[in-house]
Structure formats: structure tokens, C-alpha cells
T-cell receptor, first 113, second 116 residues
């Protein structure tokens, strides 16, 4: 089975711009979560989607948003980028129903200048 | 609250053992363990559920002490391939009707280095 695929792998943006990141989950996985990883804050939960609905949201400002499509693919959008948004953004999918493992993609490295 | 992992870093020689602890201030329902190598995605190791049994495969195992709200990861006879950063991720125990299956709160990580 193919793993979780995230595109693009690297992005360089300027403050004030917006960005969209994409995630294709493992086939059959209907839940997709997004995490931000930085050296200072570690791995922090952004949001989780299941059946095109946001099920949970982390403590991030409204500039961070996401959505999930009917084929379970997900996108994450960050508007009005700030320098502090520079991070590795990880998408993880899992089999829905109960406490199942997260399968992470290789992430998108976002640099804001 | 973020769980606290200890130690922050550990250096081993091949064949030595290590224990990594993960402590929470909240009652836990599940604890996940992941390993991340530099430049790669975190990889799932195991999940422990409240009331469940100790898990393990090969020379890596883990325990879950519900009373202490703590989990420990045991690495025995370490190999070079064990090097990486180990993270625990927790799901708190929720009241009826709550769901947070995909929402993990991760510890700050423990850097494990295994030398030949």
C-alpha cells in the first residue's frame, strides 16, 4: 500500500502570503490529522477531519484552516503568513473508529521569509 | 497539558538497554509511541490502551501504568537503527460522548543515539 503523500515537500513564502498544503491518505483511511512540528514547540495538533467534517481543532489562530474531500484527501491552508509559521507540517491518516495508530507523511517544510 | 518525557537525551553503545518515560498530569486513555529519524516522518511503534496489556515486538516493549498516569518504553539490546527521537503521544480520558481519537498531545521527545 502506498503511504501518506504530502505535496509539496518544500515551500518558501513571503510574510503576508497564503499557502495551501495537500495530503493524500493511505487508501481506506478516512481520518486525516494535521500537525505542526517546530524545534521549540515540538509536535502540535492542528485539526482532524473525518468524512469531510472537522472533528477536532487545536489551539491555532483562525488563519489556519483545512478541509477534507469525499475521497478523504485533505488540504490545509494558512493565510496571512507570519515568520513564526515556518515549520514542518505533517499530515497523518488512520483507520477510523477507535484508537488506531497515526501514519504520518514526510511533511511539507514551509519557510516564511 | 503536554506530557513530560524523560530523559531528554540518552547515548548508548550497541547492545545496551534504555528506558524512556512519559508522564501525564491528566488521566489517560491511550498512549502512542513513535520514532522519528532526522528528516523523516514519525513512525508508529505501538499503542497502549487503558486496561490493555503490555505491548512489545522484537526488542522494544512498553508498559502503561494507569494509576501513575505514566508509560515507559523499553529498548533492549539496542541496535544502531534504534537511533532517533522518540515521542509519546497521549489521548486523555474523556467524558462520555467525547472523541479525540486523532488528536494526540505529544511529549517534547527523547533523543536516543546508539554508537557502535
Amino acid at each position: 500500500k502506498a503511504g501518506v503523500t504530502q505535496t509539496p515537500r518544500y515551500l518558501i513564502k513571503t510574510r503576508g502570503q497564503q499557502v495551501t498544503l495537500s495530503c493524500s491518505p493511505i487508501s481506506g483511511h478516512r481520518s486525516v490529522s494535521w500537525y505542526q512540528q517546530t524545534p521549540g514547540q515540538g509536535l502540535q495538533f492542528l485539526f482532524e477531519y473525518f468524512s469531510e467534517t472537522q472533528r477536532n481543532k487545536g489551539n491555532f489562530p483562525g488563519r489556519f484552516s483545512g478541509r477534507q474531500f469525499s475521497n478523504s484527501r485533505s488540504e490545509m491552508n494558512v493565510s496571512t503568513l507570519e515568520l513564526g509559521d515556518s515549520a514542518l507540517y505533517l499530515c497523518a491518516s488512520r483507520v477510523a473508529g477507535g484508537y488506531s495508530p497515526l501514519h504520518f507523511g514526510n511533511g511539507t517544510r514551509l519557510t516564511v521569509t | 497539558q503536554q506530557p513530560v518525557q524523560s530523559p531528554q537525551a540518552v547515548i548508548l553503545r550497541e547492545g545496551e538497554d534504555a528506558v524512556i518515560n512519559c508522564s501525564s498530569s491528566k488521566a489517560l486513555y491511550s498512549v502512542h509511541w513513535y520514532r522519528q529519524k532526522h528528516g523523516e516522518a514519525p513512525v508508529f511503534l505501538m499503542i497502549l490502551l487503558k486496561g490493555g496489556e503490555q505491548k512489545g515486538h522484537d526488542k522494544i516493549s512498553a508498559s502503561f501504568n494507569e494509576k501513575k498516569q505514566q508509560s515507559s518504553l523499553y529498548l533492549t539490546a539496542s541496535q544502531l537503527s534504534y537511533s532517533g527521537t522518540y515521542f509519546c503521544g497521549i489521548n486523555p480520558e474523556l467524558s462520555a460522548g467525547g472523541t479525540s481519537y486523532g488528536k494526540l498531545t505529544f511529549g517534547q521527545g527523547t533523543i536516543l543515539t546508539v554508537h557502535p
